[in-house]
Nanobody, 125 residues
Framework: QLQLVESGGGLVQPGGSLRLSCAAS????????IGWFRQAPGKEREGVSY????????FYGGSVKGRFTISRDNAKNTVYLQMNSLKPEDTAVYSC??????????????????WGQGTQVTVSS
């Protein structure tokens, strides 16, 4: 069964850091681009970051640029999202998604083939 599993979420104080992981099982991530999305209560799903299968194309949403860093370790079949300088407005459920051949803008959540179940990130003092 093809699965993506996120981990690394939790409660952190403003200004703190977290590293999210997106691990694949049942398939090899090497051939897939990965997008990170987040959704806060009452808000639309938002594209956070994207990394191509080769790792040489990166995108970031405007609200996280300069604070978040996406990376991948294909040997470990895992993609990471390093989140620094966290703010209360970063509070959301974060999900990763995989696409084999992207045919729409990276922020279009319905352009991805596989999704994880999400991990909660809460930024609060």
């Amino acid at each position: 069964q093809l699965q993506l599993v996120e981990s690394g979420g939790g409660l952190v104080q403003p200004g703190g850091s977290l590293r999210l992981s997106c691990a694949a099982s049942g398939f090899t991530l090497n051939y897939y681009a990965i997008g990170w999305f987040r959704q806060a209560p009452g808000k639309e799903r938002e594209g956070v970051s994207y990394i191509s299968s080769s790792g040489d194309v990166l995108f970031y949403g405007g609200s996280v640029k300069g604070r978040f860093t996406i990376s991948r370790d294909n040997a470990k079949n895992t993609v990471y999202l390093q989140m620094n300088s966290l703010k209360p407005e970063d509070t959301a459920v974060y999900s990763c998604a995989a696409v084999r051949a992207r045919s729409s803008p990276w922020t279009y959540w319905n352009g991805y083939n596989y999704w994880g179940q999400g991990t909660q990130v809460t930024v609060s003092s």
